[in-house]
């Protein structure tokens, strides 16, 4: 399971990448994983401001339907065009061309009460089958 040190995450399993103020989200491997082949993606509306634990984005796959969530308070200012038509762009890349939408939290700081990748690792299942 590829969990990157250089991000943060939430128990919902979005993580995030800080660019100056921007946070980049996705969806980590692991919940990709478990999705199977995603089939869709409904992104979330540039110009929104969302509060953290919204539900702001849907992705789709064979198997089910799971939320997105914002992990922080903020405005979403940009989403990935390319997943519209290559929604599997996420299972082949979570965490680069895979990524959901950018934002600009209300309070950067907060990106502090979220997990790193050790506290991550320790919630999700061991999959060494």
Do not use: C, F
């Not at 979005?14 to 992104?43: C, F, N, S």
């Not at 796959?61 to 038509?85: R, T």
């Amino acid at each position: 399971m590829n969990v990157p040190a250089d991000l943060r995450y939430t128990k919902t399993h979005e993580w995030i990448r800080v660019d100056g103020k921007i946070i980049t989200v996705g969806i980590t491997d692991y919940a990709q994983e478990q999705l199977g082949d995603l089939t869709y993606v409904e992104p979330p509306t540039p110009k929104d401001n969302v509060d953290a634990e919204e539900e702001v984005a849907v992705v789709e796959s064979v198997k089910a339907a799971s939320d997105v969530y914002a992990p922080l308070s903020g405005e979403i200012i940009a989403v990935n065009p390319l997943l519209v038509q290559h929604p599997e762009l996420i299972n082949s890349d979570p965490y680069g061309e895979g990524w959901i939408y950018k934002m600009q939290p209300d309070d950067l700081s907060e990106v502090d009460m979220l997990l790193d990748a050790d506290q991550y690792e320790e919630l999700i299942p061991d999959s060494d089958e």
